[in-house]
């Protein structure tokens, strides 16, 4: 696990590239070279490419903070699943639909 730079995890490892105030970089290549084209692919850790997960140690209420950076910052969807009951094909299945659990 990589945790970003000025985060409670003080002597954890950090991803490469920006990250500072608890903040991670994360980025997307466009699908096939295209950066138009809208998909799941997002990474953080730059020359490293790394999936951005979270995991949760008990219920609770929790805070996602987004600040965009560069221009034409742009989110479509995000997605949080219980990894233990549903897996990231079903979480991406865009067939599905949106629904809370």
Known sequence: LY?????EHKNSPNPEGASSDGYLKVYRNGENGSV???SW???S???NPMAVFAKFNSKGTYTISVAGRSEGHF????VLFHT????IDDA???????KTV
Request: proline share 3%; charged share 30%.
């Open 3 to 7: 945790y970003p730079k000025g985060s």
């Open 36 to 38: 138009n084209k809208w």
């Open 41 to 43: 692919q997002t990474h």
């Open 45 to 47: 850790s730059d020359f």
């Open 75 to 78: 989110i479509d969807r995000i």
């Open 84 to 87: 233990g009951k549903h897996n």
């Open 92 to 98: 991406t299945d865009l067939t599905i639909g949106e």
